[in-house]
């Protein structure tokens, strides 16, 4: 994978979700799609399991950096690094798990593979701050942010099926192979 | 990114990652928020024209505005709460004169420096009510200042500052704290309906009312939907007192006091958590900004 053409599009996409993700939300409910978590589809759908892995770490990452939140009692808000990192790690490897046996042309694939993707790293983000609820007093409702991550996985796979059009042509420019490269090539163990 | 060495850091790193997210105190992780400002700077010139664009277009976006009608507006909101801050200033003046009997250094109203900013976005959780602001100490701001909406609704706190950019927290953020106000029944006079008001989350303030009667004819004085709120909170910065945080929509009756009631207030702009660009008030002396 071509680490600078990784890095535009991470800058990129994560432009998008600064800039798009509260307005094309609904209302103040936080029901958003995430595009950082369909562009890590898309590489995890072709990529290394190891790529997959470092692109998961650096995209989870940035996103743990610009999610401040704010701590009971307290004015200045608060940056975890780590979240976001793990979540996406665990996500792209159930799409890692799945893309063996899908169509991968396809951009409802993309979308599916967002859809179920994003669950599991809702799943993981909602657990791993339930966690931290014993370091730090926050308001957290374990019970809601689920509910509300179920939603923003629903509409991150509605995203991703016309994000697909985009992504699809990419990538040649990302050194990522084609669905049909790998059809009769040595499996790559990264 | 293939090379040995990467390959045998990344258990390292996912390691190191578990215990930050899980093991290691916000407190210790203050650099994080460093480099998350730094971030939102690289990002600046991508998602603050996403921003813009996408609030322009959207459903949510406030009112249009004609040029000359909202200056007039604003200067007519800025001189009211001029007033209105005039006011309590000097009924607490009044009251610290009788109760210390003597000349203190009294405090005039402390000048504001205004600047017009343009929102660069918001956090990866939209639900965190934080919107990163084009202007940070370089431009003189600082975490006494409030951010104001068109109209000078009050929008929220600056909580964070860096360089370039600044964090606001919306008042209307679910997981804000409650804020005394004043519901104002005559608006030429600092002297309401005291409440508590509550962010629910759905961009409302909600919460109850302290009972107050009439001295004439000693009925419960009610709020009625459609009368001014102010901020009237003595832990907000100085500067923000008496700025309007919106209007009563509704009013019901506590169903734990009956005697009192509970408001539901709503910003005078429709999504404060989506506007393009807001205005900057930071005080130009501290004193203005300590609560």
């Not at chain 1, 892995?53 to 009692?73: E, K, Q, R, S, Y």
Request: overall charge positive; glycine content about 10%.
């Amino acid at each position: 994978m071509r680490g600078v053409t990784f890095a535009l599009l991470a800058w990129i996409f994560l432009g998008l979700e600064l800039g798009l993700k509260s307005p094309l939300g609904f209302g103040p409910s936080g029901v958003a799609p995430s595009f950082m978590f369909v562009l890590l589809t898309y590489i995890a759908m072709a990529a290394t399991p190891k790529q997959t892995a470092w692109a998961a770490i650096i995209l989870g990452v940035l996103m743990d950096l610009t999610n401040p939140f704010t701590l009971h009692g307290k004015i200045q808000p608060a940056v975890v690094v780590g979240p976001y990192a793990l979540s996406f790690l665990l996500g792209s490897q159930l799409v890692l798990t799945l893309r063996g046996v899908m169509i991968r042309r396809n951009p409802f694939t993309l979308g599916f593979l967002a859809l179920v993707g994003s669950i599991v790293a809702s799943i993981t983000l909602v657990g791993v701050f339930s966690a931290r609820a014993f370091l730090e007093n926050r308001d957290w409702h374990a019970t809601h942010e689920l509910w509300v991550g179920m939603k923003c996985s629903l509409y991150t796979g509605i995203a991703a099926v016309p994000l697909a059009l985009v992504l699809m042509p990419l990538g040649p420019f990302l050194g990522l192979p084609g669905p049909q490269a790998r059809r009769f090539a040595r499996p790559n163990s990264g | 990114m293939q090379t040995p060495l990467i390959q045998r850091v990344l258990p390292a790193v996912i390691g190191m990652l578990v215990v930050l997210a899980l093991g290691v105190p916000a407190r210790f992780q203050w650099w994080a928020a460093a480099l998350g400002r730094t971030v939102m700077v690289i990002e600046a010139p991508l998602s603050g024209p996403v921003w813009r664009l996408a609030t322009s277009l959207g459903p949510s976006r406030p009112a249009p505005y004609d040029d000359a009608t909202r200056v007039l507006e604003e200067e007519n909101e800025r001189l009211r709460g001029e007033l209105l801050r005039t006011q309590l200033e000097n009924d607490r003046l009044r009251q610290t004169i009788t109760d210390l009997q003597s000349g203190l250094a009294l405090q005039d109203n402390s000048p504001v420096r205004q600047l017009e900013a343009s929102v660069l976005g918001a956090g990866s959780d939209p639900e965190s009510g934080m919107l990163t602001i084009r202007a940070g100490t370089q431009q003189g701001v600082n975490t006494d200042g409030v951010a104001l909406a068109p109209g000078l609704q009050l929008l929220g706190r600056v909580v964070a500052v860096s360089e370039r950019t600044c964090t606001v927290r919306a008042l209307t953020t679910k997981s804000g704290e409650a804020m005394t106000a004043m519901i104002m029944v005559n608006q030429e006079v600092a002297d309401g309906l005291k409440c508590t008001l509550t962010p629910v989350g759905d961009g409302t303030l909600r919460g109850p009312v302290s009972d107050r009667r009439d001295p004439a004819t000693n009925a419960a004085i009610t709020p009625q939907p459609g009368q001014i709120v102010r901020l009237d909170d003595p832990t907000w910065p100085k500067i923000s007192r008496m700025l309007k945080l919106g209007v009563v929509e509704s009013v019901e009756p506590n169903p734990n006091q009956p005697l009192r009631r509970i408001v539901t207030v709503r910003p005078t702009v429709l999504d404060l958590e989506r506007i393009s660009d807001v205005i900057l008030w930071t005080p130009i002396d501290q004193a203005g900004g300590k609560p």
